[in-house]
């Protein structure tokens, strides 16, 4: 049975521009690796109140929720706070996050440092050697730094503790072709593959082709079928090249 998963990026400075978000797109590709399917990325701000709401929405549709932003000891890090609320437990400090910053500070965290030791009551941490501060999870929701290169590394950790599956296989035909052209063809392939996901995605300034057609499936022989189709229904000069 296929694993979901559902992220949520929070920040003011994401919706404001201030910031260009990459998380969304290093953990969807981290996700695909391991064969879980992201079903929706969400974009809200710092407010307990939409992170409560969203946060709960994604904790009962998903197998796995995805937060990143909002953990930290400044005044707009409400995540673990949203969280909390969603779930009607209390905010507590987590001894094991406390102990690690004792260590990291060589001393009694100040009380903004243990802001970072915050963690919704009920929670558990992942302690790994190359993450620093261990990352907080609370009944299916996995509570993430916004900070892309901590982020990164814990979501690097992250991939190798959740069960996911087989990724899907995919081929890519590189056409020489215009997109409306080749729609007829594309939508056959549609209707009588329905296993085989196909995407079709034009191109604007290359010379070498001008769409890139995707088509992914977890089964194998209608893959290579719908394959078959394309390849048999295009001539060969505008085909560029197939690619796994």
């Known amino acids: 049975m296929e694993r979901t998963a559902g992220v949520i990026i929070i920040g003011d400075e994401i919706l404001s521009g201030m910031i260009q978000d990459t998380n969304s797109f290093f953990v969807t590709g981290e996700l695909r690796r391991i064969g879980i399917a992201l079903r929706r990325i969400a974009v809200i701000g710092d407010d307990i109140d939409t992170i409560a709401d969203e946060v709960a929405a994604f904790s009962s549709r998903f197998d796995y929720v995805i937060t990143s932003g909002g953990i930290g000891p400044t005044h707009d ?3 673990i706070a949203g969280i909390a609320k969603a779930f ?51 009944r299916n929701i996995y509570i993430l730094p916004g900070i892309p290169e901590y982020f990164r590394m814990k979501v690097t950790v992250l991939a190798r503790l959740l069960h996911g ?62 394959l078959s189709r394309i390849t048999g229904g295009l001539s060969r000069d505008k085909i560029l090249r197939v690619e796994e």
């Open 165 to 226: 599956g087989k990724p899907p296989s995919v081929r890519r035909v590189y056409v020489t072709e215009y997109e409306s052209r080749i729609a007829p063809l594309l939508n056959e392939i549609v209707r009588d593959f329905p296993a085989v996901k196909i995407g079709s995605y034009p191109v604007v300034g290359r010379s070498d082709y001008s769409v890139m057609v995707t088509m992914e499936s977890y089964d194998e022989e209608a893959l290579a079928a719908a």
């Open 77 to 79: 890090d409400v995540t």
């Open 88 to 138: 009607g437990v209390a905010v507590v400090i987590d001894t094991h996050l406390r102990a690690f910053l004792e260590r990291h500070y060589s001393g009694t965290p100040t009380p903004e440092q243990l802001r970072m030791a915050e963690a919704p009551e009920g929670a558990s941490v992942i302690q790994d050697t190359t993450i620093g501060l261990p990352l907080i999870v609370f």
